[in-house]
């Protein structure tokens, strides 16, 4: 069994800042990359950002210069430090992570259960 656990969402003002924290635990052998998505309402989930387990990233356009992903690998945790909040960041952030739960096994994705990001004046 592995859960992704997200925390640190909640409401902040246009131009504010928050950090996402996203932890996998469990039966886990090796963690692939990671990545943050977001959904807002009437709206299809995106990537917003992605971190390979060597450190590589990749950003939606719409995030790139305002949003930070980075990984713990000791920990088994993503960060996504957000910058420069809009209105139009206001969405559900949910954690995804790619890994396998034991040697020469196919690797498999889990989803966190989200964490809610309102920016609002």
């Known amino acids: 069994q592995v859960q992704l656990v997200e925390s640190g969402g909640g409401l902040v003002q246009p131009g504010g800042s928050l950090r996402l924290s996203c932890a996998a635990s469990g039966r886990i052998f090796s963690i692939y990359a990671m990545a943050w998505y977001r959904q807002a309402p009437g709206k299809q989930r995106e990537l917003v950002a992605i971190i390979t387990s060597g450190g590589s990233t990749n950003y939606a356009d719409s995030v790139k210069g305002r949003f930070t992903i980075s990984r713990d690998n000791a920990k088994n945790t993503v960060y996504l430090r957000l910058n420069s909040l809009k209105p139009e960041d206001t969405a559900v952030y949910y954690c995804?992570?790619?890994?396998?739960?034991?040697?020469?096994?196919?690797?498999?994705?889990?989803w966190g259960q989200g964490t809610q990001v309102t920016v609002s004046s």
């Open positions: 995804n992570a790619d890994l396998s739960s034991a040697a020469a096994t196919r690797s498999k994705e889990y």
